[in-house]
């Protein structure tokens, strides 16, 4: 899959997000799926931005929305490898009901999640994987609620599932683990544990 010059990414210098493109497109190549037969299908948030960036087919979905956008497609070609790509805040805060319903059917399908533990494209609110007692934009004394571990639900809704949890830190770790996601033959997630370089060092101080 080739980069869209006319279109280059839009992080912050030093984004993890640039790793999660780069282990994408490693994965990809080392599995050797050509571009024609898979489709991505990108939450609205930072990691979303990547939506332009793919020379294969892509939707840019509605918020909490990908994980059930990229059913739809799947269900309706079984042929294609689809690709859902979105933050923790979407997939974890909006879109956990379907992500849930689809882990437990588990539809063939691989989730890939920017998981920064903040709503950071909105400038650094609390998400769903932000650790308790953190002070955010929309939690200055701090959040009171014990974050989601994603790992731990995934399991318990489908012990089949192909789901890791790696450092967004790690290039061999987040290349290995979407390339066992994409070659997984039922419901896969990757968690990808990062932080934000321009909001996250609040949730850390």
């Not at 990547?50 to 994980?67: K, T």
Request: hydrophobic share 40%.
């Amino acid at each position: 899959m080739s980069l869209s010059p006319a279109n280059p990414p839009t992080w912050c210098p030093g984004c993890h997000n640039f790793l999660i493109y780069a282990g994408i497109r490693q994965a990809v190549a080392t599995l050797n799926i050509p571009a024609k037969d898979m489709v991505f299908v990108y939450d609205i948030g930072c990691v979303g931005n990547m939506a332009d960036n793919f020379s294969s087919y892509a939707i840019h979905s509605l918020h909490g929305r990908c994980v059930p956008t990229a059913l739809g497609v799947r269900l309706a070609n079984p042929k294609l490898k689809v690709v859902a790509v979105g933050g923790d805040g979407g997939i974890y805060g909006e879109g956990l009901n379907h992500l849930l319903a689809t882990a437990r059917a588990n539809y063939p399908l691989t989730v890939l999640v920017a998981n920064n533990q903040l709503y950071s494209l909105t400038t650094g609110q609390t998400s769903p994987t932000t650790p308790q007692g953190s002070r955010t934009k929309s939690t200055p004394l701090g959040s009171p609620s014990l974050p989601v571990d994603p790992i731990t639900l995934i399991n318990a809704s489908n012990p089949n599932a192909f789901v890791k949890s790696v450092s967004g830190t790690d290039p061999k770790s987040v290349i290995d683990a979407i390339s066992e996601a994409l070659a997984f033959p039922g419901f896969s997630l990757v968690d990808i544990r990062q932080v934000c370089i321009t909001f996250g060092k609040q949730i850390h101080a």
